[in-house]
């Protein structure tokens, strides 16, 4: 089995320090911007282009996901604008990434372009909005008497970025493998959270579950 997670959170939640960490764990390497890298040197894009285009979600971009996979199915209707490459290019990327390689990935809509593979694991990371405001503050130095909006704005952009791109309901407990309140556990916690889950995909046994095992099979053990 693969090594493949996709991370969809909440502004603030913690997610993006929760897949670096994780990744480090699994021995896989971390996507996030580095996506974007990619993208441009697949598309010939700028990374400004694609930088900018990437959460301006509008009605009358009449472009997305189902389109991405017939565009890459040979089945578009007539040449792409400038916005849908820019879409595709980072799809294009993330696509091959879930086909020959592993991973860690944050935001995109991995979770969505990943969904028909078996071996990807998806976790939405959430948190109360007071610890949200908090670790902005703390961690993107975002100012004080403006966190909440910002948050909150970001929250927006992400769920409508998301929501039109995939017509699913970005947060919605059936489209990911697993949720996971942040503000209820450690980031350490959380990872290992996640690596279990592997693990328990994967086949293999913790030691910690070798010795439950145990545990369970001889009744008399004493710990």
Sequence with gaps: MKKLVTISREYGSGGRIIGKILA???????????????????SGFSREMIENAEL?????????????????????????????KLFLAQFQVIAEIGKTGEGVIVGRCADYILKDNPDTISVFCFSDLEERIRFSINE????????????????MKRARFYEFHTNQKWGDAKNYSLLINTSKMSTDEVVEIIAALYDKKAGLTTFKGAFQ??????KSFKI
């Design 24 to 42: 480090d764990k699994l021995g896989v390497p971390f996507y996030d911007k580095e996506i974007i890298d990619m993208a441009v040197q697949e």
């Design 56 to 84: 301006k979600a509008k009605s009358s971009f009449a472009y997305n996901l189902a389109s991405a996979l017939n565009f890459s199915e040979g089945m578009s209707a007539g040449p792409l604008s400038v916005n849908e």
């Design 140 to 155: 993107y130095d975002v100012p004080a008497k403006q966190a909440k909006k910002i948050v909150q704005e970001k929250d």
């Design 213 to 218: 095992d145990q545990y369970i099979e001889h």
